[in-house]
């Protein structure tokens, strides 16, 4: 989760980081044998951004290519499962939905060192400010409509049909969640409790509403994590999958949507900006519209899966300041999250009044 990263350390690429690099010339080979048109020379840079799985950018004379791999070193079982990615990314694009085409992936780790897969490089923009400055007031409708669409695209796939019926476990997701990330928070001792935090807990675990669905979940649907056609109000395609499952639609729609209580100084987010000067559309709306897309009259307890999720961001940030206390999280991005967490467990206890 890229969560309070800005544009200037995310954007663009630069030359391979060390450690990260890896046999340019067997890559190059495998690619000739796995991916249809491949022509090199091929040139590699990284990518800026912190994503926890190394992404390079691979240029030939015809063709932008994206390699996203497992960071090389020892890895927690289960961890950084690019081929979950790849998998996602395959059944979604047989759906139709917007994301890069997926052209091999490679199990292989003689190749380059770790798995890894290859896909299409996508050219677009990409907004880092959930108020969209870069657009004009009459435009900004538009494009919010697009996310929306998007979303709503998202969570009407048939995943059995794509091949997606086992990416992940159906059913009980709101008392498997609350489960894990509240045991997380009790077990971190170092990071200490919060008023706010266990009031929320025991709220939750309370007020867990009837019925049950499933959908394809993203897991982290942020206005950051899409790219946008470069003049059209169109979502080209959408990025960073790694906390994608089978879950509930409404707790991934909700995440989304928490753009309109979030600080921006925290994540992408419009709490505080005039809405009405800006023409983005009410979250009432945009509830609204999500609920016509997906045959859904309304969300009863919307609030609910709302504070659900600033507990889920809040207790990651409760981890994060565990491991900087510790000394296992030195950088100054983890530093200045781990002093939000008041601040998301006093919005999360706000949602529920």
Known sequence: ??????????????AVRAGFAFDEASLARWMEAHVPGFAGPLTVEQFKGGQSNPTYKLVTPGKAYVLRRKPPGQLLKGAHAVEREAKVLIGLGKAGFPVAHVHALCTDDAVIGTWFYIMDMVEGRIFWDATIPEVSAADRPAYFDAMNATIAALHNVDYEAVGLGDYGRPGNYFERQIGRWSQQYRDDAEAGRDANMDRVI????????????????????????MIFHPTEPRVLA?????????GHPLADFAYHAMMYDMPPHIVAGLAGADL??????????YIAAYCARTGRNSIPNYRFYTAFNFFRL????????????????????????AKLFPELAAIARAQIG
């Open 276 to 285: 009405k000067a800006l023409n983005i559309p009410s979250e009432e709306d």
């Open 1 to 14: 989760m890229s969560a309070g990263a800005g544009q200037s350390e995310n954007e663009g690429t630069t």
């Open 202 to 225: 025991d709220w939750l675990q309370a007020n867990i509403p009837p019925g049950d669905e499933t959908a394809i979940v993203h897991g982290d649907f942020r206005i950051d994590n």
């Open 238 to 246: 959408v990025l960073d999958w790694e906390l994608s499952t089978l």
């Open 314 to 337: 809040a207790a990651i940030f409760h981890g994060i300041k565990g491991r900087v206390i510790r000394g296992t999280a030195a950088s100054a991005q983890a530093a200045a999250r």
